[in-house]
């Protein structure tokens, strides 16, 4: 006969279901209604399940269930270098995505798969928390200078079940507040022609300038 969450009629008895029970919660819960077993941490538990008679006599079952947990392969992520400064806008710096297994081993997941035992992970996909301050590629993890202030960067990545592996470093931008004066050089005119030899003509470096008409 069948106890599991229902009762039995046996001859003119009836036996109510069984109830469940685990040895140690820590490892594994157990409905003690349904015998539904759910994994905790990895060792091995004694299940029971316990019916009474009409009397009164308990009956028990017991049977193992045993944990075996395995760890995701990728268990932390490092951006390379942790702090970088750029000075200029449009400046570009490139971080490195670097991952460690379960077993102690690196991998680089700066666009580019890692293939872990037989999992394969997904290359970093790259964020900054400021766009103003600096840009960054999503997915080659080189960032560009946009103005003056600190911008955390971060890559993440995926392991199979989805659990997300973070890390961050940082991009300090200083834009000097003062540019410099002299930006770009010209020749005025920018075309001339001589119709005899030894006619000179003069020519001269000018910084760009907004030339005025006067009215007559």
């Known amino acids: 006969?069948?106890?599991?969450?229902?009762?039995?009629?046996?001859?003119?008895?009836?036996?109510?279901?069984?109830?469940?029970?685990?040895?140690?919660?820590?490892?594994?819960?157990?409905?003690?209604?349904?015998?539904?077993?759910?994994?905790?941490?990895?060792?091995?538990?004694?299940?029971?399940?316990?019916?009474?008679?009409?009397?009164?006599?308990?009956?028990?079952?017991?049977?193992?269930?045993?944990?075996?947990?395995?760890?995701?392969?990728?268990?932390s992520l490092t951006i390379v270098p942790g702090t970088q400064t750029l000075v200029s806008a449009g400046q570009t710096a490139q971080y490195i995505a670097i991952g460690t297994t379960a077993s102690g081993a690196t991998v680089n997941l700066t666009n580019v798969k890692a293939t872990i035992g037989t999992a394969t992970i997904n290359a970093a996909t790259w964020g900054t928390s400021s766009g103003s301050v600096a840009t960054i590629n999503p997915l080659t993890g080189v960032a560009t200078a946009g103005s003056t202030g600190i911008a955390v960067i971060t890559a993440v990545a995926y392991n199979p079940d989805g659990t997300a592996v973070t890390a961050t470093a940082t991009l300090n931008v200083n834009i000097a507040a003062n540019s410099e004066p002299l930006v770009s050089l010209a020749i005025v005119p920018a075309s001339q022609t001589a119709s005899v030899t030894g006619q000179t003509r003069n020519t001269s470096p000018s910084a760009p300038l907004h030339r005025a008409r006067r009215s007559t």
């Open 1 to 75: 006969m069948n106890l599991t969450n229902q009762p039995a009629t046996v001859g003119s008895a009836t036996i109510n279901a069984a109830v469940w029970g685990s040895s140690s919660a820590a490892v594994a819960t157990i409905n003690a209604a349904t015998g539904l077993a759910t994994a905790q941490s990895a060792g091995t538990v004694a299940i029971t399940a316990q019916a009474k008679n009409p009397d009164g006599t308990v009956v028990t079952g017991t049977a193992t269930f045993t944990v075996i947990t395995t760890p995701e392969p990728l268990i």
